[in-house]
């Protein structure tokens, strides 16, 4: 995990700071001149407010989840945490399609890009199409690593009278059967999902926080900071709590658990250092800054909105739980639509 951000942020660092001007813009395209909101020395103040803010409410939300078992209400096997849970996932889905993927079309389509190839070809979609199809083949992969890491072979359904469709072989909380083959129960491979949900989520949220904080960091648009204090913290409080539902429930070990909200804790605000330090040299308008940031934008938006609907909303909209029980599932589909529509909301300001 640590690699993985520190792999983003030295592509990003190496992208402004060593790589000539991709395409030729026109120069009003690489200053903010005509901006009366840039301000240097009043946005240094507000970035700063903006790393307390975002990393007091980016730990409330993903830490909550973890503590929700002493909460009767919101216990992990409840009702009232499966509501809560398809909020948030309605606030991923919602950030995907209404802040990210937005975000990159516009960059990608700026007049201050040429017009080949940016204006010829609908480089957002395509990049965010691509991204969901190799989340999905990550996510596959992974699972089928994990699936298959200690497996021995296939058990004959006669000697042991199990449908071997729903054996996965693997290690952990197992039973041992004869001739050295180990079975995992069903219960094993939901956690198992879990487990691969969790990790791919926090990865594409990362990514998308790295941009998020890099972009705020680096803009001395003073206006637009103070709007984007308060969406930011929003959003990062129940994406937060998205993801602690996903730590939740694929049971990790407790410094696993620390490690990954950790990571989400501190990217966007390590995000904004890295912004500010490269503040002198950024230009929101330059045509690098708009591709690299576009193109990273539109790779998020595949992973969240993939992510969302397929490992968050979908597994539990066909698990039994919901299943089992049509009112749960109105009362469900209602939270995501009302996490959906709140980020929408948002995206107003930010």
């Not at 390590?270 to 002198?280: K, Q």
Request: glycine letters at 10%; hydrophobic letters at 50%.
């Amino acid at each position: 995990m640590a690699t993985t951000k520190l792999v983003y942020i030295l592509l990003i660092l190496f992208t402004f700071t060593v790589s000539p001007a991709i395409s030729t813009a026109p120069e009003h395209c690489d200053s903010g001149f005509d901006n009366p909101c840039i301000n240097k020395a009043k946005a240094l103040p507000l970035k700063i407010v903006a790393i307390v803010a975002i990393l007091t409410t980016s730990l409330i939300g993903v830490t909550s989840p973890l503590f929700s078992r002493y909460i009767s209400f919101l216990r992990p096997d409840g009702n009232g945490f499966m509501i809560v849970k398809c909020f948030s996932s309605g606030i991923i889905l919602g950030t995907g399609f209404m802040h990210v993927l937005p975000d990159s079309f516009e960059m990608l389509s700026s007049k201050c890009l040429s017009d080949n190839p940016w204006h010829k070809f609908p480089f957002a979609g395509f990049v965010a199409m691509m991204s969901g199809l190799v989340t999905l083949a990550i996510d596959s992969i992974t699972t089928s690593l994990y699936t298959g890491k200690n497996s021995v072979g296939p058990v004959p359904d006669e000697e042991y009278g199990i449908d071997q469709e729903k054996a996965i072989h693997m290690v952990g909380h197992n039973h041992s059967h004869g001739h050295g083959v180990v079975l995992a129960t069903k219960d094993d491979g939901q956690l198992l999902r879990y487990q691969v949900i969790a990790m791919v989520l926090e990865v594409g949220i990362l990514f998308h926080s790295v941009v998020i904080g890099l972009s705020l960091g680096a803009t001395n648009d003073s206006c637009t900071i103070k709007g984007l204090i308060i969406a930011l913290c929003f959003h990062h409080l129940f994406e937060g709590i998205g993801l602690g539902g996903c730590i939740l429930q694929a049971d990790f070990t407790n410094v696993k658990k620390f490690l990954m909200a950790f990571f989400f804790t501190g990217t966007t605000p390590c995000g904004i250092f890295l912004g500010i330090a490269l503040s002198s040299i950024y230009r929101d308008n330059s045509p690098t800054a708009l591709i690299t940031i576009g193109l990273l934008n539109a790779c998020s938006a595949g992973m969240l909105i993939y992510m969302a609907l397929v490992d968050l909303l979908a597994t539990e909209f066909m698990g039994s739980m919901l299943q089992g029980s049509i009112k749960l599932q109105i009362k469900c589909f209602t939270a995501a639509l009302l996490g959906c529509a709140v980020m929408s909301v948002v995206a107003v300001w930010a």
